[in-house]
């Protein structure tokens, strides 16, 4: 373990009964990172998340926060980490300053510094016009602005936070992206998605979660190459047929899609293949009109990942 | 400290609802009632007292009785007042802020029940002030009345006790109330089987047996013992359910 590692995750399982929602995950998040989890439906983001906080007891495996285990010293862990749930725990019928006034009490601020700790949470969340408005009455926005604002007071090493983006206009997405990416500067944050712009806007690093397991763990520049894939859509007005096409060197297949338009696999090495692809269309007349790189979607890379997974199981 | 902050925010959200403030007005009301016959029956009675040996007191006549019917009549709104007390916090799913603070377990219990605890002592704030009316026009047995008061109050605390126990039992407010309620009741009346003399330990588990003395002013430390009991019991219960439910939900 490395000093600087905040949260480390060792050997993680967590059974339903039978079911095995988490199985076998482990992983470390520095000072600075922020680390994306990504992940279908059901794939056991959200209970990993609830482990690391402390919500929900591990079948086995270890937790450890900034050092303390999450289980053996509850404390000293929960004191530097701030968590919020995918639906916000938020007092319906409490204002908003008398909500952070509680939160700040239990997360043991000093009483004399927690005027300014809400201070400063409510001007980072956008908060600074509804502090006496009553939660209940928010729009969901602003509640969980509250929620995020709720995970922050107290200043944590580590924050979780469970699709903090649901439910949000485009502009606060932004701005609560934007806030995120400023907590990455000197604590560790992990949040979960399933939207994959968003982990290309704030993440550092990001984790695949299928069915419990971890397939995928990488920098962001890992995930955009498998993102794009060596797949050509072309067009022609006078196609040649498809086998003089899988004929051309570092082709492995082609599919005719009918009027001219074919899809074309190339091999990953051949980073030039497009290129030549083009020239060759000059110089043989196939009139070539359209051509794209085929960009993957996140299921499509769900799908990948897990084939490889099973491949290899 | 957590612990005091947890309670003022329990307190604080009784008293944001309708509920808590119809519950005082309805104990109040009914209450009210009862003294106000108490006194007629007291009235009644005065003129043949002076010719009773050792004649009962205004306290035994008017307060004793009350207190008795207030414990009766609180039975049934206590488990009201409790239900809430953590069935909320798992249906709005508001623990996970609890569970992921430096808090125990034991502190969230506590904080839990001390907010009861306060609003059970406004309560009785409320009741006691009937009886010191009558301060105004005559002169009680404090003494005796205090020790009414504060039978009833070990009462309450361990039908609160009980009930935030039910009420960590279940994520509907409905079934805890009603399992509080049907507890309590089964307390009460536990020592109705036979006629009291076989059943030692029956007798020793109802809740009345242990009230009745007080409200006589007999203060015995083996009864404020079982209330004691009672409420750690429960209490423990309680946190032990509360880290038992992050093994399980």
């Known amino acids: 373990m490395s000093t600087d590692s905040l949260i480390c995750v060792e050997h993680l399982y967590r059974y339903y009964g039978p079911l095995c929602a988490v199985d076998d995950i482990s992983f470390e998040v520095r000072r600075g990172e922020v680390l994306g989890f990504l992940g279908p439906n059901g794939a056991g983001k959200s209970t990993t998340m609830q482990i690391i906080s402390g919500n929900l007891a591990p079948s086995a495996g270890r937790v450890l926060v900034n050092g303390a285990d999450i289980l053996d010293q509850p404390r000293r862990a929960k004191t530097g980490l701030g968590y919020l749930p995918d639906q916000p725990p938020l007092y319906r019928e409490m204002t908003v300053d008398e909500y952070l006034w509680y939160c700040a009490r239990i997360k043991r601020i000093p009483r004399g510094a927690s005027r300014a700790a809400i201070e400063r949470v409510k001007e980072r969340c956008g908060l600074g016009a509804v502090g006496a408005r009553v939660i209940g009455n928010l729009s969901k926005g602003y509640q969980q602005r509250v929620g995020i604002a709720q995970a922050i007071v107290h200043a944590p090493d580590v924050v979780i936070l469970d699709e903090p983006t649901v439910g949000l206009d485009p502009i606060q997405i932004r701005e609560i992206r934007a806030l995120i990416r400023e907590l990455g500067g000197d604590h560790a944050v992990i949040l979960s998605t399933h939207i994959l712009p968003e982990v290309q806007a704030v993440c550092d690093r990001v984790q695949v979660i299928h069915r419990g397991r971890l397939v995928f763990d990488d920098s962001i520049e890992g995930l955009q190459r498998h993102m794009f894939m060596s797949w050509l859509t072309v067009a022609m007005h006078n196609a040649p047929p498809a086998a003089t096409l899988a004929a051309l060197p570092d082709v492995v297949c082609v599919e005719d899609m009918g009027g001219g338009h074919m899809r074309l696999q190339y091999r990953p090495e051949a980073a030039d293949f497009p290129e030549r692809m083009v020239a060759r269309a000059v110089a043989e007349g196939w009139r070539l009109h359209e051509i794209a790189q085929e960009r993957r979607s996140l299921e499509e890379i769900f799908v990948d990942l897990t084939r490889a997974e099973e491949a290899a199981a | ?249």
Request: include cysteine.
């Open chain 2, 1 to 249: 400290m957590t612990v005091l902050a947890i309670a003022g925010r329990e307190l604080r959200s009784l008293f944001l609802s309708p509920l808590a403030w119809t519950l005082l007005a309805v104990v109040q009301l009914i209450l009210g009632y009862m003294f106000v016959t108490q006194i007629d029956f007291f009235l009644q009675l005065q003129p043949r007292l002076p010719g009773i040996l050792d004649a009962p007191g205004v306290t035994e006549i008017i307060v004793a009785p009350m207190l008795g019917n207030a414990a009766l009549v609180l039975l049934l709104i206590v488990p009201l007042l409790t239900m809430r007390l953590l069935a909320d916090e798992f249906r709005n799913r508001t623990l996970p802020l609890l569970f992921s603070a430096p808090v125990s377990m034991t502190e969230i219990v506590l904080g839990k029940y001390l907010g009861v605890i306060g609003f059970i002592a406004v309560l009785l704030g409320l009741i006691a002030l009937m009886p010191l009316s009558l301060l105004v026009g005559g002169t009680l047995d404090i003494g005796t009345m205090c020790a009414g008061l504060f039978g009833l109050f070990l009462l309450l605390s361990a039908f609160a006790a009980i009930g935030l126990f039910m009420s960590a039992l279940t994520g509907q407010p409905a079934v805890a109330a009603i399992s509080t309620f049907g507890a309590l009741l089964m307390l009460w009346i536990i020592d109705w089987s036979g006629d009291g003399s076989g059943g030692g330990l029956l007798v020793w588990l109802s809740m009345v047996r242990h009230y009745e003395p007080l409200l006589r002013g007999a203060f015995s430390s083996a009864d404020v013992a079982y209330y004691l009991i009672v409420i750690v019991t429960f209490l423990v219960l309680s946190a032990r359910r509360l880290d038992s439910w992050r093994l399980q939900h």
